[in-house]
């Protein structure tokens, strides 16, 4: 039996005087694949931040199980201009990962250094280790960005529409790798995306927001649900 790793409840969220999202409750076990799905300004990006603990609910709670920490939760979020342009070379910013897991340590551990290099290579940017990430293209950064993503965690991923920018090529790439990363590990992912087809294909739950929870559950019962057939014919 998988543990639940982590349980939201009834939690709202929003900015200033206005209501992004209310009454949000689910809960994921490890392993699970969810994808966020829903219209813009559904308050995807809104639930992910709360998520990955920059935005605290003004209602509810969300809980994490004894077996997982923030320290366990690595997290990508939408790249900024500022972002893309940072002068910092690949090897740098993989690295900058395992300060997540250092604790209070001021300096990277022979264990850090191996952690990086086995993640670069995986996602096959270990050849452009010193290259400078500023100059790489944005399939090639998304890549440099899991791997510093996956030195930050050990149980679960949240990712915010880690394929925005990105041609169609490089977008079925970016997804097979992160399915790869969900079935190797049984890493739990939390993704926003909009593409539901590729998120069905991907995914064994959905979590389909506008407002409040519209649909949550397997993906094989949103393919047959209301909710999931407007939404995918649309």
Same mark, same amino acid.
Do not use: W
């Given at each position: #039996?998988?543990?639940?790793?982590?349980?939201?409840?009834?939690?709202?969220?929003?900015?200033?005087? #206005?209501?992004?999202?209310?009454?949000?409750?689910?809960?994921?076990?490890?392993?699970?694949?969810?994808?966020?799905?829903? %219209?813009?300004?559904?308050?995807?990006?809104?639930?992910?931040?709360?998520?990955?603990?920059?935005?605290? $609910?003004?209602?509810?709670?969300?809980?994490?199980?004894?077996?997982?920490?923030?320290?366990?939760?690595?997290?990508?979020?939408?790249?900024?201009?500022?972002?893309?342009?940072? $002068?910092?070379?690949?090897? %740098?910013?993989?690295? /900058?990962?395992?300060?997540?897991?250092?604790?209070?340590?001021?300096?990277?551990?022979?264990?850090?250094?191996? *952690?990086?290099?086995?993640?670069?290579?995986?996602?096959?940017?270990?050849?452009?280790?010193?290259?400078?990430?500023?100059?790489?293209?944005? @399939?090639?950064?998304?890549?440099?960005?899991?791997?510093?993503?996956?030195?930050? /965690?050990?149980? #679960?991923?949240?990712?915010?529409?880690?394929?925005?920018?990105?041609?169609?090529?490089?977008?079925?790439?970016?997804?097979?790798? =992160?399915?790869?990363?969900?079935?190797?590990? @049984?890493?739990?992912?939390? #993704?926003?995306?909009?593409?539901?087809?590729?998120?069905?294909?991907?995914?064994?739950?959905?979590?389909?927001?506008? *407002?409040?929870?519209?649909?949550?559950? /397997?993906?094989?019962?949103?393919?047959?649900? /209301?909710?999931?057939? %407007?939404? =995918?014919?649309?």
């Amino acid at each position: #039996m998988k543990d639940t790793l982590i349980r939201c409840k009834d939690i709202t969220l929003g900015y200033e005087n #206005m209501t992004v999202l209310e009454h949000v409750s689910f809960e994921l076990k490890e392993g699970d694949y969810l994808c966020v799905v829903g %219209e813009n300004g559904a308050g995807k990006s809104t639930l992910i931040k709360c998520l990955a603990g920059l935005k605290k $609910p003004t209602e509810g709670e969300v809980e994490f199980s004894d077996s997982i920490s923030r320290r366990d939760v690595g997290y990508l979020p939408q790249q900024t201009a500022i972002q893309r342009d940072f $002068p910092a070379s690949v090897r %740098e910013v993989v690295m /900058s990962g395992c300060l997540n897991n250092s604790r209070l340590l001021p300096f990277y551990t022979k264990a850090d250094r191996e *952690r990086a290099a086995r993640h670069m290579t995986e996602l096959g940017i270990d050849t452009m280790a010193e290259k400078s990430y500023r100059e790489l293209s944005g @399939g090639q950064q998304q890549r440099v960005l899991l791997a510093r993503a996956l030195c930050a /965690s050990s149980k #679960m991923l949240i990712l915010d529409e880690p394929v925005t920018g990105l041609d169609p090529i490089v977008t079925g790439e970016i997804y097979s790798i =992160i399915k790869q990363i969900n079935k190797k590990y @049984g890493m739990t992912i939390i #993704m926003v995306s909009h593409d539901v087809k590729t998120a069905v294909n991907s995914a064994n739950k959905i979590l389909h927001l506008k *407002r409040s929870v519209q649909f949550f559950g /397997s993906t094989q019962d949103y393919v047959k649900s /209301s909710t999931g057939r %407007e939404f =995918i014919g649309g």
